[in-house]
């Protein structure tokens, strides 16, 4: 499973200006709220977005910089797919092909399953039929998003 390097985190804690857990929760929330749950976008008051453009980033009014979430909102199923991608290369171990099959399961429950019920079926069918150890690039790519927007 990979990492965080501290610098890593403080840059990108430091980017959406987020000083405690709480408010990381809330923006964790927000997120998946928008792009696994498919929920309305957070919408913008009119004197967050003046005084945002006045001064050139996020208000003080919001708990945090919602300047990445307003751009994933603007693009979601970009968003999601870049997010779907980062999870398999997070998952993977470093110089592996795979990541395990109970780990992508775990993962497609979690990023598929409330936007597409039917994945419920293909997680419990893998380990009572399924022949597969793993999850490849291919077979990951096979269970995305774009393949099910006809169910």
Known sequence: MGKFTRAEW????????I??????????????DLLIRDKQALARSASTSSQAKKRGSASTKEPYNRTRYREYASDRKTAFADLYQFCFTLAKPPQARNIDLETAMALWSVLLAPRYPIINNLITFLPEKGTYKGANKDIWNMVSPPLMSGI
């Open 10 to 17: 403080s840059h990108g804690m430091g980017l959406l200006e």
């Open 19 to 32: 000083s405690s857990l709480p408010v990381l929760a809330q923006a964790l929330r927000e997120l998946e």
